[in-house]
């Protein structure tokens, strides 16, 4: 069975005759699957109302289990963004009532951000339809190969998290 970067790579051989096909045609389909799934998310959540940084945001409130709270700081930092970035996204997400701030009781100083139930409801709608679009991606192979497949792809992960 053909796909599309077959195409791809035939041309770059004829054009390329040093290149390594068998590395491009990795690279590019890994590629093609990344903007396949972001498009997909990108369109699931907007039936839900939401844009990804948003998402991000509820999840890693959510992640953090009950009570569903963290610090601005510390949410900044688990999601690589600057303390200003940060406001402006709980201050978006606070207009929707999906995120409420208020000041730590122990430490009056201290701002606290909380998902409310209506931040935990639309998450686990917009996880639900995330994790069918997936799920859908990933039946397209049998159970071996998807063992086969996760194999392969914490070996690529793990050199990457050793540079």
């Known amino acids: 069975m053909k796909d599309s970067i077959d195409a791809h790579v035939e041309l770059w051989s004829r054009e390329l005759p040093v290149m390594d096909l ?3 045609g ?4 890994l590629q093609v699957l990344g903007r396949y799934l972001d498009r997909r998310r990108d369109a699931v959540l907007a039936e839900h109302g939401l844009q990804w940084w948003g998402f991000k945001t509820l999840h890693m409130l959510r992640r953090g289990g009950a009570p569903y709270q963290s610090t601005p700081g510390r949410l900044a930092t688990q999601l690589g963004l600057s303390p200003a970035a940060m406001t402006n996204r709980l201050d978006a997400l606070e207009k929707k009532r999906y995120v409420a701030r208020h000041h730590d009781r122990d430490d009056r100083r201290k701002v606290v951000a909380t998902l409310t139930h209506a931040g935990l409801l639309i998450w686990e709608q917009a996880l639900g339809d995330i994790t069918k679009v997936e799920v859908d991606l990933v039946n397209q192979l049998p159970p071996a190969e998807q ?4 194999v392969l792809l914490r070996t ?3 050199s990457t998290e050793q540079q």
């Open 26 to 29: 990795i690279a590019t389909r």
């Open 22 to 24: 068998r590395v491009e």
């Open 147 to 150: 063992d086969q497949l996760t």
């Open 156 to 158: 690529l992960v793990h």
